[in-house]
């Protein structure tokens, strides 16, 4: 066992952060209002960080949401960087957007070229021409949307599991990212705010709540990254995102209880973390639905 | 990074599994770690030098001091595979993970020659001399004196929630030397023989379990200065870094998941709904957390070989994360079986001394949330 990054590993990390440092960000999140960065993702696809599992492996590609989620990047890469390679998929287009359900609201509704269906053990695909798209308002800052599908190719018996595997672990890894980024935008706040004379960072009550937050946040992180590596097992994936949503919900009202007023602002930035965590916090059935899985995973292992 | 266990590492778990069947004293349980009863005792040290003899027990330690220079996965791989099966090491697990490494680092030649054999052996059964009735998370703050006499040093004091102190050969006692230094400063540590006299150990009654927890009294103990660990008034170093790492490679999930498991097959034999969705809900997420602090228990081992000397702040974000995990499973327990949970002997009732202990013991959750704070987050001290 080995966690250390390789130099490749590193290398890769560096650039993308500095990457993103350059071209992302919450104040351009809040220029392009959530919607598609489409300079950036021609960038990324130029450069071949939307392959990077192609070249490397999903571990990589998890690396990259990790990153694109500190820096709050506006494009679904979760579905074109993680899942679809989990999926097998080559040749797909720059944007694919995940659908559980012909109900569920799906994040960048109606700016993805292709879609990815999740239906039961079966996953399908199918393009921006053959979709139906209902945008939603939302106070999330994902545009969003219901997606339902008039023609999709089917990706075949057991490609569901694959698809809702990989997809669990990116939640995870979003969570946990955003989740590590909110919790240290807090502890800035905390540093430098006085009241009763001292800062409020300096309270237990202050630290206990985003120390919990970090350990986990950092957890999930963790949990994300096995998940990927051992992108076969469910049991792994589940129990990643059951755990990453618990965190969300933490971290939401931790963070938030510990700025106040300021926190629930736009300028001050706090919500570009914390309100994407709540959305990712319901996505794909939610925390109930994973974890329902991770009991359902083990029932069926241990009855085997 | 590679997340697989490397080919040795699973052949080590596989040996070593092989190794802890032959030799676990049949239907040992975690009810047994705290060794009640002599023959528990003599049940642990006959593992250990089981262990010791094919070279389980301290493969992590360097080879000069009986160990082979293994990985500290190796010893992770250790707990792991004890914890799973109720920890038939009983305290010996502290010999091997710090007090044997602190006399590596710290202890004179004679110390070593002294001491270390025992425990690579598994023949000698040690406990932890820290807490005080006034000294508990703030563990500085300790009284228990130890005045300068010749070439001795008499104690005179008391320790608190001390595990394993009936069963223990010697103590790794912390004491006050300077009683005019700041509260860090001034704390010397001694290795104190328990047979000395004016040591008296007094179980503490408690409805968990039987010898889990003791008072040690000291009353004018005669400590020789041989006995004495690194230099005087130095000790608070040695502490901190003892104290990471006993945070550090527990494998406390995998006997949480071993619970889970039996409560799973407890609740499907007295007919409840295990396909209910509050039931399967409650019964994963406990699940995930014994995930995540087994993800949690492997980056602090990995920050262990990364950073040996260094503050090791995983270390406590894994304590942060493994003492929930034990009350999740333990309220999960509680809600999966209702009130057959509370039948004495079940691994649902067992669940409630380590749910609750795990929250308080070797540093309160608390206060592993306080080091977060102050060497992670770097927030501002509290005074």
Redo the contacts between chains.
């Keep these: 066992?080995?966690?250390?990054?390789?130099d490749e590993?590193r290398l890769l990390d560096e650039t993308l952060a500095s990457l993103f440092a350059e071209l992302a960000g919450p104040s351009r999140s809040r220029e392009l209002a959530g919607h598609l960065d489409q300079t950036l993702l021609d960038r990324l696809d130029n450069e071949g960080f939307l392959d990077i599992a192609q070249e490397t492996n999903l571990?990589e590609a998890l690396f990259l949401v990790e990153r694109a989620a500190e820096a709050v990047v506006c494009a679904p890469l979760l579905g074109r960087a993680l899942v679809a390679p989990a999926l097998g998929l080559r040749d797909v287009p720059a944007t694919i957007g995940l659908v559980a359900s012909p109900t569920s609201l799906v994040r960048y509704a109606g700016e993805c070229d292709a879609y990815l269906f999740l239906d039961g053990d079966t996953a399908s695909l199918a393009s921006r021409d053959d979709v139906d798209v209902e945008p939603v308002t939302s106070r999330s800052f994902y545009p969003l949307g219901r997606v339902r599908a008039a023609r999709a190719q089917s990706l075949g018996e057991g490609s569901g599991a694959i698809m809702r595997r990989a997809w669990q672990a990116g939640i995870a890894g979003e969570i946990g990212a955003m989740g590590l980024m909110a919790?240290?935008f807090a502890?800035a706040h905390?540093?430098d705010r006085i009241q009763f004379d001292?800062?409020i960072?300096?309270?237990?009550a202050?630290?206990?709540r985003?120390?919990?937050s970090?350990?986990?946040a950092?957890?999930?992180r963790?949990?994300a990254?096995?998940a990927v590596?051992?992108h076969e097992d469910e049991?792994?994936s589940?129990?990643?995102a059951?755990?990453a949503c618990?965190s969300a919900r933490e971290t939401y009202d931790n963070t938030h209880q510990v700025t106040g007023g300021i926190g629930i602002t736009t300028e001050y930035g706090l919500v570009e973390w914390t309100i994407r965590l709540l959305t990712l916090h319901s996505e794909l059935g939610g925390?109930?639905a994973?974890?329902?899985?991770?009991?359902?995973v083990?029932?069926a292992h241990?009855a085997s | 990074m590679n997340l697989d266990w490397t080919p040795q590492e699973a052949a080590f778990r596989a040996a070593l599994r092989s190794c802890i069947q032959e030799n676990i004293r049949p239907g040992w349980t975690l009810d047994d770690r705290d060794m009640p009863e002599p023959e528990d005792v003599a049940a642990v040290n006959a593992f250990c030098a089981a262990l010791g003899e094919q070279g389980f027990l301290t493969p992590h330690w360097p080879v000069e001091f009986g160990g082979r220079d293994a990985s500290p996965w190796e010893q992770l791989i250790i707990s792991e595979e004890t914890w799973e099966v109720g920890e038939p090491r009983g305290g010996q697990y502290m010999n091997t993970n710090w007090i044997g490494p602190a006399l590596m680092a710290f202890g004179s030649k004679e110390q070593q020659e002294r001491f270390l054999p025992d425990i690579t052996t598994g023949q000698v059964n040690w406990c932890q001399g820290f807490s005080e009735p006034d000294a508990g998370s703030d563990l500085a703050s300790l009284r228990t004196r130890a005045e300068r006499d010749g070439e001795t040093y008499i104690v005179n004091g008391q320790k608190i929630w001390t595990s394993y102190a009936h069963a223990a050969e010697y103590c790794f006692l912390l004491t006050r030397t300077d009683f005019e230094a700041k509260k860090h400063e001034g704390i010397t540590i001694l290795l104190v023989d328990m047979k000395s006299p004016g040591v008296e150990v007094r179980e503490i009654a408690n409805p968990y379990a039987h010898h889990l927890i003791h008072e040690i009294h000291f009353t004018d103990v005669v400590v020789p200065i041989d006995n004495r660990l690194g230099d005087e008034n130095r000790g608070w170093e040695i502490v901190r870094s003892i104290l990471a790492n006993e945070r550090v490679g527990i494998a406390r999930h995998v006997h949480s998941e071993a619970v889970l498991d039996q409560t799973l097959s407890d609740a499907a034999r007295l007919g409840r709904d295990v396909d209910d969705a509050n039931f399967e809900s409650t019964l994963g997420m406990a699940y995930a957390w014994c995930e995540a602090a087994r993800a949690m228990n492997y980056v602090a081992v990995a920050e262990r070989i990364a950073d040996p000397l260094g503050l090791r702040p995983m270390a406590s974000v894994s304590r942060s994360i493994t003492g929930p995990m034990e009350r999740e499973t333990e309220w999960a327990c509680q809600s999966l079986l209702g009130d057959q949970a509370t039948e004495g002997g079940s691994e649902a009732d067992r669940q409630v001394v380590t749910g609750t202990t795990s929250m308080i013991a070797a540093g309160a959750y608390e206060v592993q949330l306080d080091l977060i704070a102050k060497n992670v987050l770097k927030l501002p001290r509290s005074r």
């Design positions: 066992m080995d966690l250390e990054f390789s590993q571990l919790v240290q502890a905390v540093t001292r800062p960072g300096s309270f237990q202050v630290q206990n985003l120390a919990r970090y350990s986990m950092m957890a999930s963790w949990l990254r096995r590596w051992h049991f792994l589940a129990s990643a059951s755990f618990l925390g109930t994973h974890a329902r899985r991770v009991a359902q083990r029932k241990l």
